[in-house]
């Protein structure tokens, strides 16, 4: 699939969330032609404002778990749709099971009817509370299958499992990026994660939350750096999991108390018992994208933190 393949069209489960429409917003600004699928449980139609009226942009309200049924030619089918947060998965676990699984399913049989090229949105969570570190690809992870976290990394590694099958007995060409912590304008106030509910807290002058003594550590990599990378490799022939994330770690407490200056707040912090098999690590070995994407983030954590910051004053 070529760069200079006239009026690609693309169909994007999840397009209306936070990471899914940020990757609409490329693939729209690239000339391709998109229809997005939403039930909007977790998504939100003016994610995708900007597009109103375009018509290269096609808007289809529908659960990805059941028949999907799309006319004409498809060049590429990008899996997206999911509860993201511990927020949302832990209120959604059924949901969230029946996307990774039963989702991934419809989305892999369009992609073998039209001849479509299937990428997967997967997740550093797949590796769990990581017992190696940094994570590369070739890690096959640490998780508890039946903890309130699992629902979540149980559907991605399933969704792997059956990705690959589908690539191995059908012949469907397909990308699956983990994605590790992603930041920036549209997460939800509410979404749970990190990011979101430190600004918030910072801007309303409240208490910064940290779940356990802050010193577990995570990667966090700007959006648009992620939907960079997530292009080179719809773009790439990388058929087996690429880690798409940003390889700088940093403590949740270094990260609240950079909220804090990011937004100019007096807020102090406050620390609240961690949630059951929260990792203790997590940082993207990226290697693998370096060498085979030509990708790395760009974007500094203070420099995405006033971008989102930024942002949500407006919201």
């Not at 969230?96 to 399913?105: D, E, I, Q, R």
């Not at 292009?231 to 087996?240: A, G, I, K, N, V």
Request: hydrophobic letters at 40%; aromatic letters at 6%.
């Amino acid at each position: 699939m070529g760069e200079d393949q006239v009026e690609r069209h693309a169909v994007v489960t999840g397009g209306a969330g936070f990471l899914g429409s940020h990757l609409v917003d490329r693939l729209l600004a690239e000339g391709w032609r998109v229809t997005v699928l939403d039930n909007l449980i977790t998504g939100r139609m003016e994610n995708l404002a900007a597009w109103d009226g375009s018509p290269l942009l096609r808007f289809v309200r529908q659960d990805v778990t059941e028949f999907l049924h799309i006319p004409g030619e498809v060049d590429a089918v990008l899996h997206f749709a999911s509860p993201a947060s511990p927020e949302d998965y832990r209120a959604l676990p059924i949901q969230t099971l029946k996307v990774g699984s039963l989702g991934t399913h419809k989305a892999l049989g369009l992609a073998r009817e039209k001849g479509a090229l299937f990428m997967l949105a997967s997740t550093s969570e797949v590796y769990g509370d990581p017992l190696v570190h940094p994570q590369p690809e070739t890690y096959w992870g640490n998780v508890n299958p039946i903890g309130e976290r699992g629902v979540y990394d149980e559907a991605k590694r399933f969704a792997e499992a059956l990705t690959l099958a589908y690539h191995r007995t059908h012949g469907v060409a397909t990308r699956i990026a983990r994605i590790f912590n992603t930041y920036g304008p549209r997460m939800r106030p509410d979404d749970g994660r990190a990011i979101p509910t430190f600004v918030g807290q910072a801007l309303r002058g409240e208490p910064l939350t940290i779940h356990g003594d802050g010193s577990q550590t995570r990667s966090f990599g700007y959006v648009d750096d992620i939907v960079d990378g997530l292009h080179r490799l719809l773009l790439s022939d990388c058929d087996t999991p690429v880690n798409i994330g940003n390889p700088d770690e940093c403590t949740v407490r270094e990260l609240a108390e950079q909220v804090i200056a990011a937004c100019g707040s007096d807020s102090t912090i406050r620390f609240v018992p961690a949630p059951p098999d929260d990792p203790a690590r997590r940082r993207p070995d990226i290697t693998l994208a370096r060498t085979r994407l030509g990708w790395e983030p760009s974007v500094a954590l203070a420099e995405g933190l006033a971008r989102t910051v930024a942002w949500s004053r407006t919201c």
